[in-house]
């Protein structure tokens, strides 16, 4: 049971970026899926979510009209399209699977590796 982000990288200001969460070992869309993000001297904060079967979102405030997340079931993979970036969005981006959708990190298991984005001009 494994989670892959993927799709960091440095990015102008303004600019875009879109992550992928792979999943293999389970069906992704059996769980809540959530994004996470650590910045350098600073605690996981919770990005973004989406539920199970009946594709609730959520969005942290400083995030919202800016990322979106989705889901791709044919490919077992979750995306989270990351748009007007500013710096203070550079930190190492997770996802991660849960139950239920909620915000508390310490609810969510198998954390993969996760993937750097940096913006920077």
């Known amino acids: 049971v494994q989670l892959q982000a993927s799709g960091g990288g440095l990015v102008q200001p303004g600019g875009s970026l879109r992550l992928s969460c792979a999943a293999s070992?389970?069906?992704?869309?059996?769980?809540?899926i959530g994004w996470f993000r650590q910045a350098p001297g600073k605690e996981r904060e919770g990005v973004s979510c989406?539920?199970?079967?009946?594709?609730?979102?959520y969005y942290a405030d400083s995030v919202k009209g800016r990322f979106t997340i989705s889901r791709d079931n044919t490919r077992n993979t979750l995306y989270l399209q990351l748009g007007s970036l500013r710096s203070d969005d550079t930190a190492v981006y997770y996802c991660?699977?849960?139950?239920?959708?909620?915000?508390?990190?310490?609810?969510?298991?198998?954390w993969g590796r996760g993937t750097q984005v940096t913006v920077s001009s």
């Open positions: 989406i539920s199970d079967s009946d594709g609730i979102t």
């Open positions: 070992g389970f069906t992704l869309d059996d769980y809540a």
């Open positions: 991660a699977k849960a139950a239920k959708i909620n915000t508390v990190a310490t609810s969510y298991a198998s």
